[in-house]
């Protein structure tokens, strides 16, 4: 059973950075599709960022491209999201996904596995 579990989340003041990481386990992911995702109170879930864990390629919501970094290391079976110039709009419960796939997924609904999500908290 495939299970992802966040962490890093926490308060940080406008200009800051945090880094969210992702540790999965119960597969092998070399050939998943990883993603993080977020979700504002009152809003909808939206896409972040995707990484496809073979070959690496990543893709960025345009809200957070050149802010916002995703990695993985796969000795860690960890991917990691590196959130630089935080805004207070970047506030939201940050999740991370997977699924099998061959190149990224930016899509919410196609992903199969989530974690619980972890807090980010931007004040200005």
């Known amino acids: 059973q495939v299970q992802l579990v966040e962490s890093g989340g926490g308060l940080v003041q406008a200009g800051g950075s945090l880094r969210l990481s992702c540790g999965a386990s119960?597969?092998?992911?070399?050939?998943?599709?990883m993603g993080w995702f977020r979700q504002a109170p009152g809003k909808e879930r939206e896409f972040i960022a995707t990484?496809?864990?073979?070959?690496?390629?990543?893709g960025y919501a345009d809200s957070v491209k050149g802010r916002f970094t995703i990695s993985r290391v796969n000795a860690k079976n960890t991917v990691y999201l590196q959130m630089n110039s935080l805004k207070p709009e970047d506030t939201a419960v940050y999740y991370c996904?997977?699924?099998?796939?061959?190149?990224?997924?930016?899509?919410?609904?196609?992903?199969?596995?989530w974690g619980q999500g972890t807090q980010v908290t931007v004040s200005s």
């Open positions: 119960g597969r092998t992911f070399s050939s998943y599709a």
């Open positions: 990484i496809n864990w073979s070959s690496g390629s990543t």
């Open positions: 996904a997977a699924r099998r796939a061959t190149g990224i997924i930016t899509r919410t609904e196609l992903y199969e596995y």
